[in-house]
């Protein structure tokens, strides 16, 4: 089964050049121009991943946006816009947006960003599952809370488990400190912010026979998990 796009343009020479592309590509391209019948064709079709434009007649890419993720958490959903204040890029992202590309873009930028995009959600979905996933050279068994490097396996504890799947979740972002310890132990108290610095040195020293992967600090903000 392809991969179904829903794809918001209006101007239409761009559009038709992107969906042609897209559909080369071996995508399902559904496309619309008008802001206002989004949200009904996003009901009827069930697209795995949404392309926006941010300005649309009658309603913007943001606001479609906003109406998606009241129905829908998981799917994806890129912009695509011309603007280039940052305060448009963060609105982007606390909307729901999962990705933003400034306009003129390479459609090879475009079709790279939605693979990752569907590869993080694939991804996501057997972390919900509980099942096995590569981190690096290492291999993560949820379930068992295990961390696994060729024949060696180390036996994690629940809140290593747990801070390890939301590092790797969020990987590549930077991720605030008060952000991990509210999601690991709920809340951000100092006693909590001395055990988060022991649980990073811990997974430092668990990950460290794989250069590719790197817990970095983020002085003042949190952390960033390169992988």
Request: charged content about 30%.
């Amino acid at each position: 089964m392809s991969i179904k796009i829903l794809y918001v343009e209006d101007e239409m020479f761009l559009g038709k050049i992107v969906k042609e592309t897209l559909e080369g590509r071996g995508f399902d391209v559904i496309m619309e121009s008008d802001g206002d019948k989004v949200l009904p064709l996003f009901m009827e079709q069930q697209p795995d991943i949404c392309v926006l434009d941010v300005m649309l007649p009658n309603k913007n890419g943001f606001d479609i946006a906003e109406d998606i993720r009241k129905l829908n958490d998981d799917v994806p959903v890129i912009f695509l816009t011309a603007k280039t204040e940052t305060d448009d890029v963060v609105k982007g992202f606390k909307l729901g947006g999962n990705d933003y590309i400034r306009k003129p873009f390479s459609m090879e930028e475009l079709i790279v960003r939605i693979e990752n995009l569907l590869r993080v959600k694939k991804e996501n979905m057997f972390i919900a599952a509980g099942e096995t996933i590569a981190v690096g050279k290492y291999i993560f068994h949820l379930n068992k809370q295990v961390l696994a490097l060729k024949e060696e396996e180390r036996k994690l504890s629940y809140r290593e488990s747990e801070l390890l799947k939301y590092l790797y979740q969020n990987r590549n972002d930077v991720i605030d400190r008060k952000d991990l310890m509210n999601h690991i132990w709920g809340n951000d108290s100092f006693f909590n912010s001395r055990n988060l610095d022991v649980y990073i040195t811990k997974l430092r020293s668990y990950i460290k026979e794989d250069a590719a992967i790197e817990i970095l600090t983020i002085k003042g903000v949190g952390y960033r998990f390169v992988a």
